[in-house]
């Protein structure tokens, strides 16, 4: 019989049902019921990743190659770490094997992570590029954002506050990649918004949407990838294709 079939993964049943305290919502409910029956959040555990959302930026890598020995990388709201402690481990900066560099920024406090220089700033400081760019001894590879802004539960209004904040993170990313750069946002389901789409294509060579097998199946997340960074030039011609091609 099948793992999926048998319902189990590393001999625990994966199908545990939650009580419903009354103390406790019905979205909490849910959401803890999600969290205990969610192999990607029993494998973190067992693999020592901070979060489950680490499988996003593994399986991701794993079909776009986008981190690499030496390289230089930012990670965007970095925290809990999750995508800062792959990161490290495929550039080799986590055993010190390589040159390469992680920096992780963000708002919240974050433990530390081997092979991780984090930096409590909030990006959208006007002096946060310079202060990367010095940090990192020139410009960065690749620029990595796994945030999100808050849910309202309105989804209009979730999806013009995300594509907020990916323009915001393209902005930044567009002032610290170096050529030829990759810069990764999660955005959400339906795509992103045409005026950034057009931004992306016009600064890097190739933009796609794609959406890793960890991103659980009833959510909107999706992700959008941007390689070949061309610098900030005037005139480059935009493709008319609608960038949601998936990988």
């Known amino acids: 019989m099948s793992q999926g079939a048998s319902g189990r993964e590393g001999g625990r049943s994966l199908k545990t049902r939650v009580k419903t305290a009354r103390s406790r919502t019905l979205s909490s409910t849910l959401w803890l019921n999600r969290q205990l029956n969610d192999p990607y959040v029993d494998r973190a555990k067992r693999e020592g990743y901070r979060s489950r959302a680490a499988y996003k930026l593994i399986e991701i890598n794993a079909r776009a190659h986008i981190l690499k020995s030496g390289q230089k990388i930012v990670d965007l709201g970095a925290a809990p770490g999750g995508w800062s402690q792959v ?60 945030m999100a802004a808050n849910a309202t539960g309105h989804k209009k209004t979730d999806q013009l506050r995300i594509i907020g904040l990916v323009e915001l993170a393209a902005e930044f990313a567009c002032e610290i990649l170096g050529p030829g750069g990759t810069f990764l946002a999660k955005v959400l389901q339906g795509g992103t918004d045409a005026a950034l789409l057009a931004r992306l294509k016009r600064d890097f060579a190739q933009v796609k949407h794609i959406k890793p097998p960890a991103s659980r199946a009833g959510s909107s997340e999706l992700y959008v990838l941007a390689m070949g960074f061309r610098g900030r030039r005037e005139g480059v011609e935009v493709r008319e294709d609608d960038g949601r091609d998936a990988l």
């Open 87 to 146: 990161a490290a481990e495929k550039i080799g900066a986590a055993k010190g094997t390589s040159k390469g560099k992680v920096f992780a920024i963000d708002l919240l406090d974050m433990e530390p992570v081997p092979g991780v220089e984090f930096r409590k700033l909030d990006f959208l400081d006007p002096e946060a590029p310079a202060q990367l760019r010095e940090w990192l001894g020139g410009t960065a590879d690749v620029v990595l954002s796994d």
